[in-house]
């Protein structure tokens, strides 16, 4: 018997999870100015990359391709919690619990990154050429690089949301702990970009474990942020 | 006037009385052990009283200024093995390396004491919280200061100045897992005073202090292992501290030179504790 109750509460978290990110995919439907928005973002600054330099070495282009990465996903994700009103929070409050919150939170921002980053890629190999020898390898790399991105930066945006702060201290309480995970991703795309080095497996999952660290991490500590 | 002149006999026969009596009073040692480390790491989860209680102890205070003497004394008199291009300035380990061990130990310390803080909703550990992540900032800043020293001495290129070549210097990865760990606690600050409203301020801290820390520790385990690096210890070793390195010399004073130090450190975030818990009285009844 109880093990059934365990079941049916798993489904309905499911189930409100499913509803929220629902929620949320169709706001930004209705509301297309800040996906257009993040859009034209990454557009000018590539197109700005492009008029500073003319075919990057392969290096350069890597550290610019992530670091561009990195601000296009502070700019995605931030609106994710710092456009919830109060009101509307205490709404969410009273309907869901904060554990199929965050998740779903986490998985609309993952989708949204996924997406951008790949346009990322598109824009870049358009504007910049494309240094990669491994193509697969490399899109594979983007993908998982903007999903721990993503991960890490929809928790900060929670943090700063509560601290009724704006895109800025979610920069600051960011950036130190992205480097580790940028420093990896940077070493594997120069690996992706090396015609005889392989890709190292273990740092892959390396980073797969980490974002699984995130993502725990936010479900036990989202709770306190969320009670006001 | 009188009063003045008075005053320095009075504080020297003080100390004196107090010194000896601490020093006739035998302290079983497991429980130093115990104290010691329920003191640093904040072990004292269930327990609130041990931490305030030992705060107030004077035996480890001696200890310490004991301690640090020995540093200083058998840390300079003492004989070092002779290594190329190190040779003396390898005494600097019992002062740069123990820094960045009372950085991570104070640090730990924050960390325990934020959880508690979630666990418990007391001011009391949010206050014990900042006041470790500010001394340990501290400590950081002073271990990468005497690490600067060393490197002018031993890394830099001996053609350019030792601030030409810090920008080659800067990219070991035990640096970067540094500089990372004191902007993480920068952030901390800043976030700290960004917030008005003292409950929330302690709450939200105290994840993004739990956040951060639990993703900084595999950093700094790892970056060094998989970087290239002039440290010891690098790329196929422990990057911490190979144990069997050291010599047995150095041993003996290295060991007490962390405990020095780490004491040093756990009584200057206790003082600005029992300041802040002196200010924040009407608060915290």
Known sequence: MPHLLQRRNDLKSLRHIFTL???????????????YGVLLYIAATIFVLYMALESPESNVWNGLFWVIQLFISINAVAKSFLQESRGRMLYFYSIAGPRDFVLAKLLFNSLLMLLMSLLSLALFSLFLGNPGVKAAAFVGLVLLGGWSLSLVFTFLAAIAAKAQQNAAIMAILGFPIIIPQLLLLMRLSNAAFTENANIPIATVLLLVALDAMVILLAVILFPFLWKD | MEGLKCEPLKVNSYVLLHTSYILLRIYPFPLFLLHFFKMIAGLSLVSNGCAQKCMHKSWWKILCVVLLFYTFIAGFLMDVPRLPALSETIRNLYFHVCMWFCMMIL???????????????????????????AVGIVFGVLGYATGAIWMSYTWADPNNSSFQSFSAVAREPKLIGAAIALL???????????????????????VYNIFAYALLFPTIWIIPRILPSLHPGGQNGNPALDFKDIDNRMRMVFYPAVIAWTLLGVWITSLKIRLSLLKEKRLLQ
């Open chain 1, 21 to 35: 990110f629902k929620k949320d995919l169709l706001l930004e439907i209705r509301q297309q100015y800040s996906f």
């Open chain 2, 107 to 133: 640090f730990t310390a924050s960390v325990v004491y934020a959880i508690r803080y979630l666990r418990t909703n007391k001011l009391v550990d949010d206050i014990y919280s900042r006041q470790f992540a």
């Open chain 2, 184 to 206: 993480i606690y920068f952030a901390y600050m800043v976030l700290r005073d960004s917030i008005s409203d003292i409950d929330k301020r302690a709450r939200i801290t105290a």
